[in-house]
């Protein structure tokens, strides 16, 4: 009997958002996306060890200084991690550079050519490789830049509408809206009394809305659902370009049988039209956007305590070798 996992591939790309090998084995996804915190994960699995150790010999070769074999074990292990997911999957792969780059353009912009040129190296073809940047106004102007050197980019963090046009207009490849967490800050403005079902999750109506703008207008930027609470949004937004899921919820839907129709159809009646924004405009709308400011700025934060949990466990294990 068909699962609703295999229905749900029908209408949409699926991506695991994990860095879990035999879990991507078992279900099959079409994409994978990675953030430090999963990177982070992975690494705690001795089936990861022999990457993490090669990334440490590797970086040794390269520098004596300790601070740069540090740097260089991380984007080494980025790339050991994701050219060994990429040999499960047929499509594409996030990898997120280092989040304390956020709010700097030019150094954005040359981790990432840095990341891409390790993955060409090894015979990995940038068409393969998503670059993970937060939505910031300077991580989109990194993204802008790197589209045009085809470098294709998944901007991720993205809770607003000014946002999700900065980065169409930017012509990234594809975002990624935080359907749960936007369902989260709802939720704990209204002191959890408003109760909301799935044809009013603020989370979901976000990511309709985006979805409508991006097809009215002709955006070619695709859409990412991603940070899902319950199975019901994730139904409710099949027909999404993209989905990824955490193997919590990729469990639940293969171990169900509902049919799954394309529930995210073009509105045209619901769009308002976008205009050029600028960094002032941005800046402006960012400010005055307690969700959007609030929840980039933790999300931002939790990626770098990540990165910096990732780095003492190199740091540690340097001193092994």
């Known amino acids: 009997m068909t699962n609703t996992l295999s229905f749900l591939k029908k209408n949409s790309k699926i991506a695991a958002d994990t860095a879990d090998i035999n879990i991507i084995k078992f279900y099959k996804p079409e994409d994978v996306t990675t953030n430090p915190s999963l990177i982070l994960l992975a690494i705690k699995n001795k089936q990861y060890e022999h990457l993490l150790d090669e990334a440490i010999l590797w970086a040794k070769k390269k520098t004596n200084s300790y601070s740069q074999q540090i740097i260089d074990s991380c984007d080494k292990l980025l790339v050991n991690i994701g050219s060994n997911i990429l040999k499960y999957i047929p499509g594409k792969i996030s990898i997120e550079i280092d989040a304390r780059l956020s709010y700097n353009t030019s150094d954005s912009v040359n981790k990432a050519r840095h990341i891409i040129n390790l993955y060409n190296r090894i015979g990995i073809k940038n068409e393969r490789i998503l670059i993970k940047l937060a939505s910031t106004w300077e991580g989109i102007r990194a993204a802008e830049q790197l589209e045009k050197e085809g470098i294709h980019c998944n901007l991720t963090l993205v809770f607003s509408l000014h946002q999700a046009y900065a980065c169409a207009e930017a012509g990234v490849f594809i975002v990624s809206p935080f359907v749960g967490r936007i369902f989260d800050w709802y939720q704990k403005q209204n002191n959890k009394f408003k109760k909301y079902d799935i044809n009013n999750d603020p989370g979901v109506l976000f990511l309709m809305n985006v979805f409508n703008i991006y097809k ?11 940070s899902f609470r319950n199975m019901d949004e994730i139904l409710q ?85």
Do not use: W
Not at 216 to 226: D, E, Q, R, S
Not at 296 to 313: M, S, T, W
């Open 216 to 226: 009215k207008y002709h955006f070619k930027t695709n859409l990412m659902g991603a």
């Open 237 to 321: 937004l099949s027909g999404c370009d993209y989905l990824t899921i955490p193997p919590y919820f990729l469990k639940k839907l293969s171990l169900i049988s509902k049919k799954v129709t394309c529930n995210l159809k073009f509105n045209e009646q619901c769009c308002q039209k976008p205009v050029p924004i600028t960094k002032l405009e941005f800046d402006l709308k960012h400010r005055t956007d307690q969700l959007a400011s609030n929840q980039l700025k933790i999300g931002i934060y939790n990626f770098i305590r990540d990165q910096e949990k990732l780095e003492k466990i190199i740091s540690q294990r340097l001193s092994l070798f």
